[in-house]
């Protein structure tokens, strides 16, 4: 779930004459090394901190992934039982963030009341767990590179979002470059196979439309989320942790609700008794997760909302590869094509954007 950082005025710098008398002896204190070897050192050192940042972010990103294919797409157990369960895997993912983001709240900040109306986290939370259980949903019917793909095609739908609740205009080549990566997922989807694994009769198109239907909807309510939460935070003043807290507590709260109602609790539960290694990778993709909750927070706020586009658009890329390599799913030259038109154009995009 995107979130966009608070951002605080910097100290200013002390004027001339108004610092205080030193005493003698009570001088600044000297760098041992040479002014441009101090500074080169805490250069290099920052360096070396922003390459580690940002490699720990894309690696989060990409575990995070394997593990979603991994729990959706492969059996457990003897009998290779799939794990069909997607909104209790959304129930267990938002009570852990929850659990980190009031933990780090309550630490960090002295005031937890709502800054923003309840109903304004309802409906962000709501919408969240509708698109995160049709993406889970959808890895039933496609490919994990069709599902990541069409991730990077829901700027169009957050550009018609965004025109309609929040009276934003768009330049004409943002619309274009937006139709030109929905050109490529088309191509990407003409040109190979892009049937999920679990699927048993390929020549029925029917999981085709299914799955093409889950990723409409999740691509709408998604892009209607980040437009929610960029209006939260345009009205209201609150840190992100704050945000998180709240929408995951509601998201928690309303997963909950759909798994019960759509009678995955107790089967989820027996699931896990019968292949208990099972837990193992839903508790890894509850924490990274929750991790990628702060990773992404901390990317913003440190980089900048540039440079975090930029990793999401890598880290999507090298998805693609990386499952291809660990689940043995090799893309056509069609496909592979299709992959070329929708980064290079998101970049594209990326480069507009920094100049602009």
Not at 14 to 38: C, D, I, N
Not at 141 to 164: C, D, E, N, R
Not at 292 to 314: E, P, W
């Amino acid at each position: 779930m995107a979130a966009v950082p608070d951002t605080k005025d910097a100290e200013a710098p002390l004027t001339a004459g108004t610092e205080a008398q030193e005493e003698p002896g009570q001088g600044e204190f000297k760098s041992p090394l040479p002014s441009s070897w101090a500074d080169m050192l805490a250069w290099s050192c920052q360096q070396i901190k922003d390459l580690l940042g940002l490699a720990v972010v894309t690696g989060s990103l990409l575990i995070y992934g394997v593990l979603q294919e991994r729990i959706m797409t492969i059996g457990f157990g003897p009998h290779s039982e799939l794990f069909g369960h997607s909104i209790f895997l959304v129930l267990c993912n938002r009570l852990v963030t929850c659990m980190a983001a009031c933990a780090y709240v309550m630490l960090t900040e002295p005031n937890m009341n709502a800054v923003a109306p309840l109903s304004s986290y309802a409906a962000v939370s709501c919408t969240n767990v509708i698109a995160t259980s049709c993406q889970y949903e959808a890895l039933k019917y496609v490919s994990f590179a069709i599902q990541t793909l069409a991730k990077s095609a829901k700027a169009l739908p957050v550009m018609i979002w965004g025109t309609i609740y929040m009276n934003k205009q768009y330049k004409p080549m943002d619309y274009i470059l937006a139709l030109t990566i929905t050109a490529g997922c088309t191509i990407f989807v003409l040109n190979g196979p892009v049937a999920s694994r679990t699927v048993v009769d390929t020549t029925d198109p029917g999981y085709l439309l299914i799955g093409a239907a889950l990723m409409v909807v999740y691509l709408a309510v998604d892009g209607l989320t980040s437009t929610w939460q960029d209006s939260m935070f345009h009205t209201h003043k609150m840190s992100v942790c704050h945000q998180v807290m709240y929408t995951t507590a509601f998201s928690t709260s309303i997963s909950f609700m759909g798994t019960v109602g759509t009678n995955q609790l107790i089967p989820s539960f027996m699931f896990l008794m019968r292949n208990p290694d099972a837990l193992w990778y839903i508790l890894a993709l509850c924490a990274s997760s929750a991790a990628m909750q702060v990773i992404i927070s901390y990317t913003i706020k440190r980089y900048g909302s540039l440079a975090f586009a930029t990793v999401m658009t890598t880290r999507q890329f090298f998805s693609i590869l990386v499952s291809s390599l660990v689940f043995w799913t090799p893309l056509m030259k069609g496909q592979w094509l299709g992959v070329s038109i929708v980064f290079g154009a998101m970049y594209l995009k990326l480069l507009q954007q920094s100049t602009g």
